[in-house]
């Protein structure tokens, strides 16, 4: 196979479906702007409510501007 045929195949794997994010579910970039609260402290009361079972990660695939389709975690009150 030829170093093009390569390059790609290895392309097509950063292209592709993203999942469709339900509206519950929130980056924690979002929410750090959103609640304004730092990025670093935001994810560090994520993971706390997250053992305390009061909070849901999950991760989806989605576009993202520099690393293509890329798989983030996204977060949701468990109600």
Known sequence: MSANKWAEIIA?????????????????????????????TLRTKLEFLIKAGKVERKNFRINHPLKGLHSTPHYKIIT
């Open 12 to 40: 097509n794997t950063q292209v592709g479906n993203p999942d469709v994010v339900p509206d519950d579910f929130k980056t924690s970039k979002d929410l750090s702007t959103e609640l304004n609260i730092p990025c670093r």
